[in-house]
Every structure is written in structure tokens, then in C-alpha cells.
């Protein structure tokens, strides 16, 4: 494994192509690939991954290719060699390739690249490793105590924490919605929405809703990725404890998963520590992040990541806020309402009410209300119980205000009556204090106390003893809370610089609310630890730059004389100690005006080492195998002192070869008969109760090398020699390798010949071997402690007599009159040995003979300048390879180049346009540049270029000049656009590009829709259950939307409608009496629309009406009635046809159709005859069977027979003969056949003549004549010029003559 690029055998050429993966690089190294070969490709490319300092990583990569390639890894700042620090694989399975890093460290933070290589190209692709500095985590010594977290002292000297970035939200454009608002409703509970849209300005936000829909699932997939359940999601507030906290339930996919916490886009460090700033609190699936103190700068916007996938985001946001009004005590009777009421200095649109450490919400038990001037805030507590009573908070930002609620039984008499009344009245009095006035009184200030835990034995501030209202209670920082009144308000500092704040509203509510004008402290001591020698420093800070005060030690006055120093710097109060001593950890306190402020000093006296005995300890200790190290370092600090030494990480104990010895001010440790696995990191850990240190050393054991490794690569089997490459030893000894000792057999001989040693590179080449022949060879290391043991080869033949391949065609780099200069690329098949050079051979056009150009020898470079040439001579070039069985077979020659100077490059085309255009295909036409002499010479081709209007980069259509003035460019994709233009080039270059000032669409030129058949039909009758199948078809351009309707509504679904850009189809595969109706098409697109309308009808085979009756009302007629078909009320086409037959002529007669009653009269009844009657029920798919009506009959009776016979008178139907339809005109196109025709009548019947050009036909077999029933044709069969003419035909019998001419005209 290395961090370099593999090296590759002998390119060609290396042709950059582009990969389906983003971010991937490929290079061909042929210029055609063989048929079933490819490239490598990434299917799947690692992934920027960021793990925590210690852990594990893994890079896992798809690659695909023929052959298969190989895959390797690199990274960009170091070597990857150690196998034992780095693993890679290849998962059968899931056909991954993994590169796992064990144990990663900080410096290890880097760019790592992924090489995918076969024969016929490469692929590379970059991924980042991200590494986060580890938890400082508490960790107990042997007795079980809990110590500070181990130093490491090294690495605070040598490493630097590596701190990563979360990706960037877009920047808020004008006009647009900020982003940070949709990441947080993202998060955030349906309830609220409407507050977080407020905070950002937005009072409508349903239109968000669609938008954030989508979003949310799609954030979902993200998250099922890395989670398998995610909820009870909570968004960050503040709680009475002083912490601000947010939390959900989780469930991870891989418990290992990396849990990343970022304010605004910067990753934070936590812990598991609640005094830390920020810590995480796990619970089963339960997380809860907390911010310890929170102060203004930790105001933000906070989100938390599951390895690179977001869960939760919120905003923290810190008003400058206080209180002007606070919470006060609060006593009420049984089953009554409570108040609790407080008044900001500065408008919010919602603080957070709290009872204990649980939020309260308003609704049901609690009702919360805010005054329109967004200052007063309220809290209602309805129907009080015993178990209401507690302390309930307000909290504004980080600032908060405190007051306790009593409930009292009715039980309690008059007393607690008058006692309620009293609340009541104060309630009162708090509801209708918003609409009061106020004024301005400068000198009336809220104190912002930090929330905190209460006597936590770090820090004490309180007022004087002389206000009767006792002391405050600290919160644990060094930071006060105002006792006065009894008022445990914990509210953070703050300056109160403010000139112009409202006269305190607390007035209004009693006198009790009255605030004390003394100094007051803004910011009070805090603990501090300090160690020995080092400068501490005690600050606090007071409401105003004019109180003086006073430090105390241990309740001793100090004064710099103590060898303290004390600034007042404004309101800024500061006690400074130089150079801590153990004896200066004591209580001190600052007192003003009353008020004091306290906090301890604790000086410490961690381990130290000396800067001169730890340079010595950090040399590395070489020793020789079997020989003793020793290590001895000194340290000071404060006992006890715990000792420990370490080897490569494992805990070092006394044993028979591990002496140690402790004293209070120096260790040392011995190792005796030191083996080379011994070698590696010697460390000590010296720690006490302040703190820990270590010293690191190296311990060196020098021996004999390890064994070369294998396997042997040959490098080179030549005829007359033969070259190998090992790799070096995996251990080296601990000293460089001087030689390798060679040693030698020929296979089949047992004699082992000494062939010397050679320098420490790992590669040997043999001179002396016979071709043909086989060899074996040993192979030891050496360093300055000895001789290792032998690598033996495999059998390595000597080479026989192998010429090099067939390089690629040379080309020409440039051509001048006086010389030529052409390059080639480097060859692959070289032959199995090494190529020596080149041979350059040149042929004048129109001569057969090759010249050699290299006359001095081979051409070493894959370039050379060709001199030996003739002013506007053309010339054709050949390269072959020689290695050291000769000359290879030459290339195929290059284009012949003709020894002139370089021309100008061509100006721009001009009348460049757009001929016409398809959905695929754009036609484009241009005028040749003019010439400019010396400055824009003529163009010899030209190249089209295009560009979609999404991308940045040109795509050359054609990778030749062409020569034409017009182009197609092909494969564009329907509808999308494109830039295009055009550059003329000739052999001294491209010329600037002309294109069109707008971007151009691949679609034809626009066509309003209309439907191509022009016979379609209107009606379509189908049988029900059949398919209905009706095709469309239409054009239009560009395309057009298609929508069908049937009787103007939409189509139910079990109807499928297929379109294309030429047609619709409508088709319903099982047909039923109910789609039976009017559906119509609308073909719509920019430029119009059409629509066409087919009626169709589904219906079946009708059934027979009812039986017939029969009656005669008027003689001669009898009337039909029958019973209706039972399909005439479902078809409102349905008729009836009556059909009769007599016994006089036995056939059925129809004498009614389309009848739509049931009743018809026959007439014309004869009698004497026998009478059948059918009828038939029929409807668009056809008759029914007949209903059949009993026989009918009227009887006749009989008269005399009398025949009269008429007088017959005799007829001449002679006529002379006569054209009924005369010859016509024609015009036949060449090669066809051509028939002439008339019509002829006469009686007798006339004979027919046919000439051409007065030329009598009737005998000529080359012409069909015929005559039928008075039709007289001519056929030509193959029409020819000649038969261009007059043609006539004569009718003649013995009456007379007629005749008819016509032109026949034949057509190329």
C-alpha cells in the first residue's frame, strides 16, 4: 500500500474521460478499447466520513471494469505501508472494496484517494477523512478514586485539534424564504409554527405547508438511513436549574454511530460531565443535550447529526431582557385561582413558565396570557390543590424570576379569608396593571442574577445585615441572587447601563416590590483553581464605577503590602496574585457599600518535570539483543505521587527482566536481555490529586535483518540478461540495509555460485546467462548487525529473441518550412524487454522509398525535430521500436504534412442559422470567413460546438474539421436548450467562435395541432365485451398536451389512454353498455389547439320482439301488432323490420324497415293467397331471429278468363354507328402502362379500327386491342417515347362511319 499513484505500464495515450459518479477521474490509456473490454469505473465512490479520535474508519468503494481492476488506496500528506495500521479488502458478498484505519489519530485528519487500475485505463477518486479530538473523560485509579482525565503531554505539544464544519445553509436571497426558518420547522411541533414564522417576519405560512411536506420526507428517508426511530423531539429552553436544554428519544442503526453537535455550522465538543459547558445526558434512547450558564455568545442556532444526517435543529435565542416587575409570593385558599405576574423591560413574544423542572403549557389546568404591548406576562393557576403549591418560575432568555405559591384549607377560618381577599386584591391589582402609566426613573434597575444551584459550597454573595431582609443566597459560580424582600429571584448579570429604561412597574403592586438602591453586584467572585508558580486572578464587578471596596483573606484585610496587587478598573474590581504558593489557597472575600461577594482559591501542585531531564529522557535508548536499557527521569509536585511505566500502551509491572524503583522526586526502570520485539514507545505517567504528566521515550533494539520479502517481480528476461525486483525486509533491523549478498543457480545443477553484493536497492540484473536457460537465486539483507536469512526465487528463464509491437502513429506537433517536429506516445508491448529507442523514417509523397532520419543513432525521446526537409514538399513519418532483440514492425504513417510556416488562425464564420430543427437534431448552415492577409488566413474546416444552458462546458460535435458550410448536430434531447457555435480552424489554429445571441430549443418549428386523417370516422360501434381500440393521429409542434373526455367528463380509470408526439390511442379492454357515449380529444400546444369528437356505441346482438297479432280492418290490408323487444328500452337505436311472403311466390319480401312502434299495416293483400309475416328486431350490430306470425289468407272469388290479345307492330332498330363516349387526352410517365378507351353503339355492330400516327394497329402484336359489348380498349404495356402520337379510332358498318382522336403524351 502506498500513498503514491500505481505506477502503470507504458501508456499510449491518456485520454480523460468522464464518469457517470461525480467527483471521479478517469484516464484511457488506448486509444480504441477491444471489443469487450472497458475502462474501470466507481459504482459506488467512498464517502467523506468523520469519526471520533480512537475509533475505527472504514472507506468502502464499488468499481467495475474488464477486466477487473485493481484497487489500491493513497493519502496526500503520508505513507501507507503499515499493515498494521491500515487493512483493506475485498467483501465477496457485497463486492466492496474497504479500507478500514484502526485507532485513528488526529494527524491522520487528510485527504485520502482511491485508484481503480486495469490495463486499458485508470480511475481516481478523493474522499476526507475528518477526525474529532476525544472526550476528556474521568478515569479512576487502582483504588477506585476518580481522577482528572491522563495528559498527554506529547501530544498537547505536537497536535492541534482538528475542527470541522458542518455544511452551510444557502445565504437568504432577496425576496425569498431564510432558510434557517424551514430547518427549524423541520423539527418543531405543528403547535409551533405560527411562533417560529412570527419570529421571522412570516404571518401566512399555509403556503409553506406543501412545500415542507416534501421536504419532511424527504429528511425522513435521510434519517432511516443512520436511525431507526426518532421522537419526542423537544426543542432547547431554559430551565430553573440554569441550564438550557433540549432532548429526544433515538434509537440508532449502528450504536457506533458518531452523535455531532454544531452552533451555527461549527462542531462543539461535550461530554458526559454535567459541570462541563456542554454535556449529553443518554438514557436508554433517551438524549438530553444541556448547556451549562448559558450567556449571551451561546446564543444560536444548534443542530445535532447522526454521522452526516441531520435529526434535530433549534434556535437559542438570548434577549437582552430583564425584569422590571417580579414574581412575588403568592398564598391562596382551596379550589382558587392563583396569579402569578411579571414585567419585562423589553418586549417577547413568549417566556417560559415553569413549576420545579417541568415546562407548563397553556390549557386545561393553566391559562397564559400576554398584553398587547407584549410586556406583561401571566400566569393563571385555575382550581388550586394542596398539590399546586411549590415554586413556580418565569424565565425570559437566560434571566428568570421566582416566587412560591401556598394553598391554604377553608378550614383555616376568618384569618386565611382575609388572607385570600388580600390575593385576590393584589391579583386584581396585577391584571389591570398594563393600563397604568409609568415614568422614567434612572435610578430604578432590575438585577440580572444567574440561576443556580444554591449553596454549592463554591461562592457566597449576599447583602449587608442591615436592611432586615437578610443575605442572598449564591448560585454556586461566584455570581449573586438578591435576598431582598425575601425574593429568590435568579436572574443572569448584566450591566444595567441602560439610562432609559421605564420607571419599575413594581410600584404598582405593593410596596413589598420596592428594589434596594444600594450597590449591587453585576458580576460576583467565582471559584478558581491556580497551580504553583502561576498568576491568578479574582474579579467582580458592581452597577456602578463610583463604590469603592475592600478585599479580605480568610476574613483579614489584605493590601498590596501581602504581596497582592488590586485594580479598580471602573466598576471592575480585581485582585491579582502573581506567583501562586500553596499557602495562598484560602477564602476571599470583596466587600462594598455592604454587599460582599466571595469565592475560594485553590492553589494546586501538579507533577512537573524539568524542561533539561525531559529532553534527555525523549532521546531513544539503542541497545543491541541480549543487551539492558535503562531510564531514569526526575519530577517534583505535591504528594503523594502515583508512578506508572508504560511499553506500546501495555502497563509495565516488575518482573524478572523489568526492574522499576520510585522514589518522592525520581523513577527509574530497567529492562534487561532486550529483544528486538522489545522496540517501540517507552512512556511514564506520573499524577497526583492536581493533575497527571508524561514523558515519552523510544527504546531501539538493533539486530539482523528479517528475510527480503517476496514475491520476486522480473522485471526484465532478455537474451542477454536477465532483471528481478524483491521488496526490502519487513524488518530491517533497526539500521539501514547496506547490501544484498546475490547468489545463483542454474536449474538442474547444485552448485550455488556467489554473485557479490550490490547497494541497498532491491533490484538486481544478471549479464551473464546463456538464452534458453533457467535460473534460481538467493537473495540476504544486510545491515551493520549481520546477515539475514535467504529469499529464494522461482525459476527465471533467460529471454529468446521477442521484438517490440507496432507503435502508435506518429503526430505532427507543428510544421515550419525548414522543419518538422512530430511526437509519438510511448509503447505497451514492448517485447518483454526494455525499449532502447526509436527509428524515424520519412517518405516524400509520390516516391515509394522510407529514409531513415535518425542516422546517428536511436531516438531515445518520444519527440524529435524533423530538419531534413524541402520548402512546400509534403512528407509522411513512420516510428518503429527497437529493444534488445532489435527493431519492431514500423507504425502505420502519419497524414502527410507539408514544410511550410504556420498559417494565421481564421476569423470568425459569418450568416451563421438555423435551417431547421427536430426534437433530436438541429440543421445549421454558415458563410466561409473572408481572408485578411497576415492577420486571418483562410479556413481549412470548422468545428460545431454546443452547450446546454445548464452547463458550463462545450461539447465538440465533430472531433474532425469538416469542410462543408453546413452541419447536423445530432442526439440532442427533445425540448431542452442549447448555446451552439461555430470556429473555423485551418493548421495554425481555431478561430474565434461565432454564435447565436439567444439559446436555441430542439424542437421542430411550431405547428398548431391538427388531426392527419381526414376520412376519420364519427362513429364507432363495438359488441359489448369486445375491445374498443381508437387510434388519433395528429401533428403539432412543440409538443402538445392531450386530454380526452367522454361526454364532457373525465374518463373513468378503467379506460387507458396511451399518447405519443404523433398520436393517441384510446383503448378500454372490456367494453360495456355504459361507455357507450361522445368522447372527444383536445390536442393543445403554444401555438393552439384542435379537438375531434367519435361517437361510441357498445351494444350486442338485439333479442326478438314478442308475438304477432294479425288484423284486418279495411279490405285488401291487415294490420301487424307484436310485443316489444325487451333490449328497446337499453338501445334508443333499436327498430323493427317486417318482412311477408305469399304462397304465390315462396320468397321472403321486405315491406318495412326502420320502424320504431309496433304496429304496421300491409296493403295490397290478394286474395286466394297464403300470407307469412315476419318480424325482426334490429339495432346497429344487426338482426335479431324473427318472430313469426300465424298464416293469413283472404279467400277469391272466381270470374271468367279472358285474354286480350294487343295488336303487335314490327321495328327497325338499324342505326348508324356513333361514340357514346368519346377518346380522352393522356399523359403516361415512361415505363408504365397506358389503356385507351371509348365507347361505341350502331346496328349492325360496327367494325373497329385503331391507328397511330394514320397507321393501322389492328395487326400489330406489340398493342392489347379489345371490344366488348361495344368497350373498345388499347393497352401499351411498357409506354417508350415512340409511342408519343395520334391515336384515332374509325367505327364503320353499312349505314356509315365515325371516328375519335386522341394525344398520347409520354413523361420522363
Not at 498527554?152 to 437568504?172: D, E, G, I, S, W
Not at 501495555?650 to 526502570?669: F, T, Y
Not at 335479431?1184 to 290479345?1205: C, G, R, T
Not at 397506358?1234 to 400516327?1253: D, I
Request: proline share 6%; net charge neutral; aromatic share 8%.
Amino acid at each position: 500500500m502506498s500513498s503514491k499513484t500505481p505506477k502503470n505500464e507504458p501508456k499510449t495515450v491518456a485520454i480523460k474521460k468522464r464518469s457517470r459518479v461525480p467527483g471521479v477521474m478517469i484516464t484511457q490509456f488506448v486509444e480504441q478499447l477491444p471489443p469487450g473490454k472497458s475502462i474501470p469505473d466507481f459504482a459506488r465512490k467512498p464517502m467523506t466520513t468523520t469519526v471520533q479520535e480512537g475509533k475505527k474508519a472504514f472507506f468502502k468503494a464499488m468499481v467495475s471494469g474488464e477486466p477487473p481492476p485493481a484497487v489500491t488506496w493513497g493519502r496526500t500528506k503520508g505513507e501507507m505501508n503499515d499493515p498494521e495500521k491500515y487493512s483493506t479488502r475485498y467483501d465477496e458478498r457485497s463486492r466492496e472494496h474497504v479500507l478500514e484505519i484502526l485507532s485513528v489519530k488526529l494527524d491522520e485528519a487528510d485527504s485520502y484517494k482511491c485508484f481503480a487500475t486495469n490495463e486499458y485505463g485508470q480511475a481516481v477518486c478523493a474522499v476526507t477523512l475528518n477526525v474529532n479530538e476525544a472526550f476528556n473523560k474521568k478515569t479512576q485509579n487502582a483504588n477506585g478514586s476518580k481522577e482528572p482525565a491522563t495528559q498527554n503531554f506529547r501530544a498537547m505539544l505536537k497536535k492541534t485539534t482538528v475542527v470541522t464544519r458542518k455544511k452551510q445553509l444557502p445565504v437568504q436571497k432577496e425576496g425569498e424564504i431564510d432558510p434557517k426558518l424551514l430547518e427549524l420547522l423541520l423539527s418543531a411541533h405543528k403547535k409551533d409554527y405560527e411562533r417560529i414564522c412570527l419570529e421571522f417576519g412570516v404571518t401566512d405560512f399555509r403556503w409553506l405547508l406543501k412545500k415542507l411536506k416534501q421536504m419532511k420526507k424527504e429528511r425522513e428517508d435521510e434519517q432511516s438511513k443512520v436511525v431507526e426511530k426518532l421522537e419526542n423531539v423537544k426543542q432547547i429552553e431554559m430551565k430553573s436549574t440554569g441550564r438550557a436544554e433540549f432532548s429526544f428519544d433515538m434509537k440508532l442503526r449502528d450504536p457506533n454511530s458518531a452523535v455531532n453537535l454544531y452552533k451555527d455550522g461549527t462542531m462543539i465538543q461535550y461530554d458526559d460531565d454535567k459541570n462541563s459547558k456542554h454535556s449529553l445526558q443518554k438514557t436508554d434512547t433517551n438524549y438530553l443535550f444541556s448547556i451549562k450558564d448559558p450567556q449571551q455568545e451561546d446564543a444560536g442556532f444548534y443542530q445535532v447529526d447522526v454521522e452526516e444526517t441531520n435529526v434535530l435543529t433549534t434556535d437559542f435565542q438570548v434577549p437582552d431582557v430583564g425584569f422590571e416587575a417580579k414574581l412575588k409570593d403568592t398564598k391562596v385558599t382551596l379550589n382558587k385561582d392563583a396569579i402569578f405576574q411579571c414585567v419585562l423591560s423589553t418586549p417577547l413574544n413568549k417566556i417560559t413558565w415553569s413549576k420545579e423542572d417541568t415546562s407548563l403549557e397553556s390549557g386545561g389546568k393553566y391559562e397564559i396570557t400576554i398584553s398587547e404591548d407584549k410586556l406583561t406576562h401571566t400566569l393563571r393557576i385555575k382550581d388550586c390543590q394542596l398539590a399546586d403549591k411549590g415554586t413556580y418560575y418565569a424565565i425570559a432568555g437566560i434571566t428568570s424570576s421566582s416566587a412560591s405559591l401556598a394553598v391554604q384549607d377553608d378550614s383555616s377560618g376568618r384569618k386565611s379569608t382575609k388572607a385570600s381577599d388580600k390575593t385576590k386584591q393584589v391579583s386584581e391589582q396585577q391584571l389591570k396593571f398594563p393600563e397604568e402609566g409609568t415614568e422614567n426613573d434612572d435610578s430604578d434597575k432590575s438585577d440580572k442574577v444567574a440561576q443556580g444551584n444554591v449553596d454549592d459550597g463554591k461562592g457566597r454573595d449576599g447583602g449587608g445585615g442591615d436592611d432586615g431582609n437578610g443575605e442572598g443566597i449564591d448560585d454556586g459560580t461566584g455570581k449573586e441572587n438578591d435576598g431582598d424582600k425575601g425574593d429568590e429571584d435568579k436572574s443572569t448579570t448584566d450591566d444595567g447601563s441602560d439610562k432609559n429604561k421605564k420607571k419599575s412597574r413594581a410600584a404598582l403592586l405593593g410596596d413589598d416590590s420596592m428594589l434596594d438602591r444600594r450597590a449591587q453586584f453585576v458580576r460576583g467572585l467565582s471559584d478558581l483553581n491556580a497551580k504553583v508558580g502561576e498568576r491568578a486572578e479574582l474579579s467582580c464587578k458592581l452597577n456602578n464605577e463610583t463604590s469603592e471596596g475592600r478585599w479580605y483573606k480568610n476574613g483579614k484585610l489584605l493590601t498590596e503590602e501581602d504581596g497582592v496587587k488590586i485594580i479598580k478598573d471602573g466598576a471592575c474590581h480585581i485582585l491579582v496574585i502573581e506567583c501562586c504558593k500553596e499557602d495562598d489557597t484560602a477564602v476571599y472575600r470583596f466587600e462594598a457599600e455592604g454587599r460582599k461577594s466571595e469565592a475560594t482559591l485553590n492553589v494546586q501542585d501538579p507533577p512537573r518535570i524539568d524542561p533539561d531531564a525531559l529532553g534527555k529522557f525523549t532521546n531513544p535508548v539503542i541497545v543491541r539483543v541480549g543487551e539492558n536499557a535503562e531510564w531514569k527521569l526526575p519530577y517534583t509536585g505535591g504528594a503523594p505521587m502515583n508512578i506508572q511505566w508504560y511499553k506500546n500502551d501495555d502497563e509495565l509491572l516488575p518482573a524478572i527482566n523489568v526492574k522499576i524503583d520510585k522514589s518522592d522526586n525520581e523513577s527509574q526502570l530497567r529492562l534487561t536481555k532486550c529483544q528486538r520485539k522489545d522496540t517501540g514507545e517507552v512512556k511514564i505517567k506520573i499524577k497526583n490529586e492536581f493533575g497527571v504528566i508524561e514523558a515519552v521515550s523510544k527504546l531501539i533494539v538493533l539486530d539482523k535483518p528479517t528475510p527480503p520479502q517476496g514475491p520476486v517481480e522480473i522485471v526484465e528476461s532478455a537474451v542477454t540478461s536477465v532483471e528481478f525486483k524483491w521488496k526490502p525486509p519487513k524488518d530491517n533491523g533497526g539500521c539501514p540495509i547496506t547490501n544484498y549478498i546475490i547468489e545463483r543457480q542454474q536449474v538442474g545443477r547444485n552448485k550455488w555460485s556467489n554473485l557479490g553484493e550490490i547497494p541497498g536497492n532491491p533490484s538486481y540484473k544478471d549479464t551473464d546467462v546463456d538464452p534458453g536457460r533457467r535460473y534460481c537465486y538467493r537473495i540476504r539483507a544486510k545491515n551493520a548487525e549481520g546477515i539475514s536469512d535467504y529469499l529464494q526465487t522461482a525459476d527465471i528463464p533467460a529471454g529468446v529473441l521477442s521484438y517490440p509491437g507496432q507503435p502508435s502513429t506518429p503526430k505532427v506537433v507543428s510544421a515550419f518550412r525548414d522543419c518538422i517536429n512530430l511526437s509519438w506516445c510511448p509503447l505497451c508491448d514492448t517485447g518483454g524487454t526494455k525499449i532502447l529507442g526509436y527509428n524515424l523514417e520519412k517518405n516524400k509523397t509520390g516516391t515509394n522509398y522510407w529514409s531513415l532520419v535518425n542516422q546517428k543513432g536511436p531516438i531515445t525521446d518520444t519527440k524529435f525535430a524533423v530538419k531534413d526537409v524541402f520548402e512546400g514538399a509534403a512528407y509522411r513519418f513512420r516510428v518503429s521500436a527497437i529493444n534488445l532483440s532489435g527493431a519492431g514492425e514500423p507504425s502505420i504513417p502519419c497524414e502527410a504534412v507539408i514544410a511550410r510556416d504556420p498559417k494565421k488562425p481564421p476569423g470568425k464564420v459569418t450568416d451563421l442559422k438555423l435551417t431547421s430543427s427536430s426534437y433530436t437534431t438541429f440543421s445549421l448552415s454558415w458563410t466561409k470567413p473572408k481572408e485578411v492577409k497576415g492577420i486571418e488566413d483562410e479556413a481549412q474546416g470548422y468545428y460545431v460546438e454546443i452547450r446546454p444552458i445548464e452547463s458550463l462546458e462545450w461539447t465538440r460535435c465533430n472531433a474532425t474539421p469538416i469542410s462543408l458550410t453546413s452541419y447536423t448536430v445530432l442526439g440532442l434531447k427533445a425540448m431542452a436548450a442549447y448555446w451552439v457555435r461555430v470556429i473555423a480552424t485551418n493548421y495554425g489554429g481555431d478561430g474565434e467562435p461565432q454564435g447565436f445571441d439567444n439559446y436555441l430549443i430542439a424542437m421542430p418549428p411550431p405547428v398548431r395541432p391538427r388531426f392527419k386523417d381526414r376520412n376519420m370516422k364519427t362513429l364507432m360501434v363495438v359488441k359489448s365485451g369486445n375491445t374498443v381500440r381508437l387510434n388519433i393521429n395528429f401533428e403539432a409542434s412543440p409538443m402538445p398536451d392531450i386530454s380526452w373526455v367522454k361526454d364532457g367528463i373525465p374518463l373513468l380509470k378503467h379506460v387507458t389512454i396511451t399518447n405519443s408526439d404523433r398520436g393517441s390511442q384510446l383503448l378500454i379492454p372490456t367494453s360495456e353498455r355504459s361507455d357507450s357515449g361522445i368522447y372527444t380529444i383536445t390536442v393543445k400546444n403554444i401555438v393552439g389547439q384542435e379537438s375531434f369528437s367519435v361517437e361510441i356505441r357498445v351494444t350486442d346482438d338485439p333479442k326478438p320482439p314478442g308475438p304477432i297479432e294479425l288484423d284486418q280492418n279495411i279490405p285488401g290490408t291487415v294490420t301487424l301488432s307484436w310485443t316489444p323487444s325487451p333490449d328497446e328500452k337499453r338501445d334508443d337505436r333499436l327498430h323493427y323490420m317486417v318482412s311477408k311472403r305469399d304462397s304465390f311466390k315462396r320468397t321472403w319480401r321486405t315491406v318495412a324497415d326502420n320502424l320504431f312502434n309496433n304496429k304496421f299495416t300491409v296493403v295490397n293483400i290478394m286474395p286466394g293467397r297464403e300470407y307469412y309475416f315476419r318480424v325482426f328486431a334490429k339495432n346497429d350490430m344487426g338482426l335479431s331471429p324473427p318472430s313469426e306470425s300465424p298464416m293469413f289468407a283472404l279467400k277469391k272469388e272466381k270470374e271468367k278468363f279472358k285474354v286480350d290479345m294487343p295488336q303487335m307492330k314490327a321495328l327497325d332498330f338499324q342505326s348508324p354507328p356513333s361514340f357514346i363516349i368519346p377518346l380522352k387526352r393522356r399523359t403516361a410517365p415512361k415505363g408504365y402502362e397506358c389503356e385507351m378507351s371509348c365507347a361505341v353503339k350502331g346496328n349492325p355492330a360496327p367494325r373497329v379500327t385503331w391507328y397511330h400516327n394514320n397507321i393501322s394497329l389492328n395487326t400489330n402484336t406489340n398493342y392489347h386491342i379489345t371490344n366488348v359489348c361495344g368497350v373498345c380498349s388499347l393497352l401499351i404495356l411498357r409506354v417508350a417515347p415512340q409511342d408519343n402520337g395520334e391515336y384515332k379510332v374509325i367505327i364503320e358498318n353499312k349505314l356509315g362511319s365515325a371516328e375519335s382522336t386522341m394525344t398520347l403524351n409520354v413523361r420522363e
